[in-house]
């Protein structure tokens, strides 16, 4: 009998949504990444129970889809809740006995950027990550046998630390099951590896927690970096995020 | 007497060519990085005692201002001299027997690209840098008193460690003369930091040493990852690099 050995398939890492062009998205599984705090908010959401999660780019169309969808509408700029919509961008206001059962349409500026990019690309899968969902994440790209982009949404296009973080660690869990060549996928995952048994301390040296923080959002931040604390599969499908169960 | 405190430089890493317009570089001191090969290269040209480096980022316009200066043309694609130009891009080749009182014209991709672009985007003055001439580098930046930038080139616009290693070198060795709120560069020092001291070996891993360790370039990378052994400083002056001593 000849075994023919299967290659495996590739992994990168997008440091922010300006650099997205330069990776081949069609028909791979791309990763949202926005450790702070879009994705850690709606991993939370969905984990309890929220029917749907709408990500936009804009207040406005925030506030049209919600009353669409009769919707809960979420957005801040600079740590207050933007003015026409209800709620804002903590995962702290969304427990089960709040979201369960709604749809929740949330206006994020990087995340959902680079949502809408990657969708425009033909990824054949988008899903959102962060600490709170890590090993939810892990599996779904352990189960696929597809090419996987790691993309971090940054900040106004820059790089920043805390997204990269959580790309080192996924691939921390999935090295072996990939053909990694990329050196922006060593550096998160040597990052991690450097960083994580003082991730509390660590976090606290990053330029946006120091934004952040100065709106008093440091519990925030602490939950968005807590691993499998909502453990859900926000997966994009006809518009919206759902959870894969 | 009252002593004003007086507040320090910023200082930024731009990790590639396609972020760079995400900065301030109006002003800036501009540090060109592209550890494999080119600005290796220049450095020990320039300090081998070559009268001016001309980088050109095509090889016509290569061969056109080697015509106009009778300059040395140097050129590589793929570990090959590109015809019609005489000479390779290892800085092996420009001993001083050889390269002084001479005019290089160089062609490179990453590295000519990104000071082209910082020279439109009015730049104070634009320096090369790699560990040949880290400490030169070092020196003038601590020396101005104003923002600077170091700009990585990394390989078509995207990432490498190489060039990172080194903007995290030079970070050590200026942090407390600059004010520094930049993610890129706390990601650059942490991993010098945590690399330094097994250098040759960590390099051994990234993307670019397996490119060109194809071409039997290992000893010529090992090079250009030593640190001082062509302590010259490229300042790029009416179109050429000419060594600022």
């Known amino acids: 009998m000849n075994a023919v050995k299967k290659s495996k398939p590739s992994l990168h890492t997008v440091l922010t949504p300006q650099l997205l062009d330069l990776y081949e998205i069609k028909d791979s599984i791309v990763v949202i990444i926005d450790v702070f705090r879009a994705t850690?908010?709606?991993a939370t959401a969905l984990y309890n129970g929220a029917s749907k999660v709408i990500p936009v780019d804009s207040p406005e169309l925030c506030?049209?889809?919600?009353?669409?969808?009769?919707?809960?509408?979420?957005?801040?700029?600079?740590?207050?809740i933007i003015p026409g919509l209800s709620?804002?961008?903590?995962?702290?206001?969304?427990?089960?006995?709040?979201?369960?059962?709604?749809?929740?349409?949330?206006?994020?500026?990087?995340?959902?950027?680079?949502?809408?990019?990657?969708l425009k690309q033909g990824a054949k899968n988008i899903i959102t990550?962060?600490?709170?969902?890590?090993?939810?994440?892990?599996?779904?790209?352990?189960?696929?046998?597809?090419?996987?982009?790691?993309?971090c949404s940054g900040w106004k296009n820059k790089f920043n630390i805390e997204d990269v973080l959580f790309a080192g660690a996924v691939i921390e869990e999935v090295k072996t099951h990939f053909d990694i060549q990329c050196d922006s996928s060593f550096m998160a995952n040597q990052l991690?590896?450097?960083?994580?048994?003082?991730?509390?301390?660590?976090?606290?040296?990053?330029?946006?927690?120091?934004?952040?923080?100065?709106?008093?959002?440091?519990?925030?931040?602490?939950?968005?970096?807590?691993?499998d604390v909502a453990?859900?599969?926000?997966?994009?499908k006809e518009g919206a995020l759902i959870n894969q169960v």
């Open 40 to 42: 850690s908010t709606i």
């Open 63 to 80: 506030i049209e889809v919600g009353k669409q969808t009769s919707g809960v509408t979420a957005g801040e700029r600079d740590g207050k």
């Open 87 to 118: 709620y804002g961008n903590s995962p702290s206001e969304y427990p089960r006995s709040f979201i369960e059962n709604k749809t929740l349409v949330i206006t994020t500026t990087n995340g959902t950027k680079l949502l809408h990019m990657a």
């Open 129 to 151: 990550g962060s600490f709170p969902n890590l090993s939810k994440v892990v599996e779904f790209l352990k189960s696929q046998d597809s090419p996987v982009i790691l993309g």
């Open 192 to 227: 991690y590896m450097q960083q994580k048994d003082q991730l509390t301390t660590y976090i606290k040296t990053v330029t946006h927690w120091h934004r952040l923080a100065a709106f008093g959002l440091e519990e925030d931040m602490l939950y968005c970096i807590s691993r």
């Open 231 to 236: 453990p859900s599969l926000p997966i994009f």
